[in-house]
């Protein structure tokens, strides 16, 4: 099992290195929830997400997956996040009187930056984080996610009533939910994109707070940066964001979301984002490629 986190850690930087692009530039997909990365598949060992799907398994899977959670994956995800992303965390004071469950949101901008609302955030605290069902077929990663607490978006209408089940139990447990309202993943990007209103709904309906983290991006500096040249990653708390009990369910929602993105927002206009990779369209990609062939 310990060699599994290891593997886990060594297939995430060697991935690193195959998805991001050297020339620093990435093409923006045509819509803002669009898939910049696209992960490896396993035609044969496809999930099935729907009504029928356990996110609890038995008691034994369960004991195995707080083991696996609070003494092997979280203290090495911790190792890793502080040496090799130079994780750096603010405004934690900011979760002390939150007793229950909450919905944790955040900007999706790094392969691995599930582990921020998992290992570095709060501790003793057990998060569970949504991810695309496409995630559980990466070699390594796709096995461990189930033992540590994933839960993969279900596939069919019927499947939502489940999965809303399970995120309300857990939540009722006094657990955090993580979700990526900005839906896909694109790497290393500074700004925000619009946020689908999926996230807030949990909040909403079970009047559980809403605890954005706002991911951002500093430059290597000094002698690490002839090591590492990819910039440190740092991570701000913000306040939590209660629902209006006063609106109506869907107004409640967008006020929510609304809120979450304004404070996030905010953050990042206070404190900057660097921009390691600079994204354009695939005309501007081509025209740059071509224009350097042509200096060849």
């Given at each position: 099992?310990?060699?599994?986190?290891?593997?886990?850690?060594?297939?995430?930087?060697?991935?690193?290195?195959?998805?991001?692009?050297?020339?620093?530039?990435?093409?923006?997909?045509?819509?803002?929830?669009?898939?910049?990365?696209?992960?490896?598949?396993?035609k044969h060992n496809k999930l099935v997400v729907d009504?029928?799907?356990?996110?609890?398994?038995?008691?034994?899977?369960?004991?195995?997956?707080?083991?696996?959670?609070h003494f092997i994956a979280r203290p090495i995800f911790f190792l890793y996040g502080k040496i090799a992303l130079g994780i750096k965390v603010y405004g934690k004071k900011k979760l002390k009187?939150?007793?229950?469950?909450?919905?944790?949101?955040?900007?999706?901008?790094?392969?691995?930056d599930f582990m921020?609302?998992?290992?570095?955030?709060?501790r003793f605290r057990r998060s569970h984080i949504v991810s695309r069902k496409e995630n559980f077929n990466v070699p390594y990663v796709g096995k461990l996610m189930s033992?540590?607490?994933?839960?993969?978006l279900p596939d069919t209408t019927k499947a939502n009533m489940n999965f809303y089940r399970q995120i309300t139990?857990?939540?009722?447990?006094?657990?955090?939910?993580?979700?990526?309202?900005?839906?896909?993943?694109?790497?290393?990007?500074?700004?925000?994109?619009?946020?689908?209103?999926?996230a807030f709904h949990f909040s909403s309906k079970n009047n559980v707070p809403v605890i954005p983290y706002v991911i951002t991006f500093r430059k290597t500096k000094g002698l690490r940066r002839?090591?590492?040249?990819?910039?440190?990653l740092s991570v701000y708390i913000c306040d939590p964001i209660y629902p209006d009990l006063s609106k109506g369910t869907?107004?409640?929602?967008?006020?929510?979301?609304?809120?979450?993105?304004?404070?996030?927002?905010k953050v990042l206009d206070e404190h900057g984002s660097f921009e390691y990779y600079k994204y354009v369209t695939k005309e501007e990609f081509e025209k740059i490629q071509n224009e350097k062939q042509t200096k060849k």
């Amino acid at each position: 099992m310990f060699d599994k986190s290891i593997n886990f850690v060594i297939l995430i930087t060697i991935m690193q290195k195959m998805i991001f692009p050297k020339d620093k530039l990435a093409i923006m997909p045509e819509t803002y929830d669009g898939i910049v990365v696209e992960n490896v598949e396993k035609k044969h060992n496809k999930l099935v997400v729907d009504e029928n799907y356990k996110y609890q398994k038995n008691w034994f899977f369960r004991t195995f997956q707080f083991v696996f959670y609070h003494f092997i994956a979280r203290p090495i995800f911790f190792l890793y996040g502080k040496i090799a992303l130079g994780i750096k965390v603010y405004g934690k004071k900011k979760l002390k009187n939150i007793k229950g469950g909450a919905i944790t949101v955040s900007n999706h901008v790094h392969y691995v930056d599930f582990m921020i609302a998992t290992a570095f955030v709060k501790r003793f605290r057990r998060s569970h984080i949504v991810s695309r069902k496409e995630n559980f077929n990466v070699p390594y990663v796709g096995k461990l996610m189930s033992a540590f607490g994933v839960m993969p978006l279900p596939d069919t209408t019927k499947a939502n009533m489940n999965f809303y089940r399970q995120i309300t139990t857990y939540l009722k447990k006094n657990r955090f939910v993580h979700i990526f309202p900005e839906g896909s993943m694109w790497p290393y990007y500074n700004k925000l994109r619009p946020f689908k209103s999926g996230a807030f709904h949990f909040s909403s309906k079970n009047n559980v707070p809403v605890i954005p983290y706002v991911i951002t991006f500093r430059k290597t500096k000094g002698l690490r940066r002839l090591v590492k040249k990819r910039p440190k990653l740092s991570v701000y708390i913000c306040d939590p964001i209660y629902p209006d009990l006063s609106k109506g369910t869907r107004e409640r929602n967008d006020d929510l979301r609304d809120r979450a993105q304004n404070a996030m927002q905010k953050v990042l206009d206070e404190h900057g984002s660097f921009e390691y990779y600079k994204y354009v369209t695939k005309e501007e990609f081509e025209k740059i490629q071509n224009e350097k062939q042509t200096k060849k």
